[in-house]
């Protein structure tokens, strides 16, 4: 498949993702607001939500939003959308700034649980695609949906947006990040900061500081800045000898930690973050391939789901009475991670001197499981651009495995405009020269009886002609 052929079967896929993302939406009312809010697993058929005594994954509806903001065409209708998706998570923040894993709407007045940083971390990335972190005004504040008239003003997004991030800073475990908050955590010292959560924080603080005006904001970005610091030198304290990273401190490298890493350090500037990006992108390149491998085929998708635990309490029984725990499975989606992470590979390859035969594999490995992913889209009526979870789902299309691969597409999509994969042709082109070149060789040697001193000839002409590869390298279409 040219480069032409595939990037039209990504256009594709990307337009079937944004039609089920839309489809997908609900209408709810929160507080007497009519809101737009995304079911965390998608359903057979569209329904309108009737019952009251429903919850609302907050996380969600964040996907819902990301997802649409970065596929559906611009237009009344994708406005219209995020307007009431937008009033439905700004409603849905707490008090102090974060973000439940549900909202409920029986009796939310009386139920309280411990924040999530994921949810939190999401909703913050959400609200600043759709713009509102930026100076100018917010269109999405319009007299259509009254409750967004009172963030018009700049000066009230950024409150909004300040007091969501103390929560975040308020909330860090030994310079990372644990599931949920540490509000009901009697002894912080026995727990760990963990991978997942840690880079999902960075990755929505440094994109928030990115949008943020540098002299209306500038305390807050100073802010930031220190929290992806301490971040990223607890990660570079807890990376492995081989340069991946596990699910915690003392675990084996996965590839999906070890691609969350990729991502998070790839375009920061601190010694820790770049440090971590190189060895993290070396590992995955001598070890994704075959991980992934095993993955599509089955095997070891149990490694690639977070464990924990969320508590509930009623504030009716007095003092946060323990209620009921929830236990949350939280899946990463390692295929779409994987294309992202292999993208700031490919957009930082000369950063961090990937060799001709690291970028030849690294170019392979993104049309092999860019081709396989979109093999894996619904193209069933109803469920037509959904992608399924790896576990635990049944077969079923959670909204975050259509999101990320959805966004691992566009993360293709753009290195092939950007000409950072080379086509097929050139790739099969070079294979034929590296095999000519190893055939004349062998021929050379047969002829010449293998003599020592002909070896020696041979070993020295195959290394000036690996260092002419890596010359040769800056030339062909890989940049």
């Avoid at 309280?112 to 504040?141: C, H, Q």
């Amino acid at each position: 498949m040219g480069s032409k052929s595939l990037k039209r079967s990504i256009d594709a896929a990307i337009s079937a993702s944004s039609i089920v993302l839309d489809k997908q939406s609900s209408p709810i009312e929160l507080m007497g607001i009519s809101c737009i809010y995304w079911p965390l697993i998608f359903r057979d058929r569209r329904e309108d939500i009737a019952s009251k005594d429903i919850e609302i994954d907050s996380c969600a509806t964040s996907m819902g939003i990301i997802g649409v903001t970065n596929s559906l065409p611009e237009g009344e209708a994708k406005l219209k959308l995020l307007q009431r998706a937008a009033a439905a998570l700004l409603e849905m923040r707490e008090a102090d700034g974060e973000w439940l894993s549900v909202f409920e709407i029986s009796d939310h007045s009386q139920s309280r649980m411990e924040g999530v940083v994921n949810d939190t971390s999401l909703a913050l990335l959400a609200l600043t695609e759709i713009g509102f972190s930026k100076l100018e005004n917010w269109p999405l504040a319009s007299d259509a949906v009254p409750s967004l008239r009172r963030f018009e003003e700049f000066s009230e997004r950024i409150e909004y947006l300040r007091l969501s991030v103390q929560w975040l800073a308020d909330n860090t475990v030994k310079q990372g990040w644990y599931y949920t908050g540490i509000k009901y955590i009697q002894d912080t010292s026995e727990i760990e900061p963990k991978i997942q959560p840690t880079t999902t924080t960075i990755n929505t603080l440094r994109k928030l500081a990115e949008s943020l005006p540098t002299n209306d904001a500038a305390d807050l970005i100073s802010k930031i800045d220190a929290m992806i610091v301490a971040a990223f030198d607890w990660l570079k304290s807890i990376k492995t000898e081989s340069g991946g990273f596990g699910l915690k401190s003392d675990s084996a490298p996965t590839l999906v930690h070890t691609a969350l890493v990729t991502l998070a350090s790839s375009n920061e500037q601190c010694d820790s973050a770049k440090e971590c990006f190189t060895d993290s992108a070396y590992w995955l390149l001598r070890n994704g391939g075959n991980l992934i491998s095993r993955i599509n085929k089955g095997h070891d998708k149990e490694k690639y789901v977070d464990h924990y635990a969320q508590i509930f309490f009623d504030e009716s029984l007095g003092d946060y009475k323990y209620k009921k725990k929830r236990e949350i499975q939280h899946e990463s989606f390692v295929n779409g991670f994987f294309l992202m992470a292999l993208c700031e590979i490919a957009e930082n390859k000369d950063v961090i001197n990937l060799s001709f035969f690291s970028r030849f594999k690294l170019n392979h490995l993104l049309r092999r499981e860019t081709k396989y992913l979109l093999k894996t889209q619904n193209t069933q009526e109803n469920l037509r651009g959904a992608f399924s979870g790896l576990v635990g789902q049944g077969g079923r299309y959670p909204i975050y495995a259509t999101t990320y691969a959805l966004k691992g597409l566009l993360c293709v999509r753009e290195a092939l405009n950007r000409g950072k994969l080379s086509d097929d042709k050139h790739i099969k082109l070079t294979t034929t020269y590296i095999l000519l070149a190893l055939l004349c060789a062998v021929i050379y040697g047969y002829l010449e009886c293998w003599d020592v001193k002909k070896i020696v000839i041979a070993i020295i002409l195959a290394i000036l002609g690996y260092v002419a590869s890596v010359v040769i390298s800056k030339t062909l279409p890989f940049d």
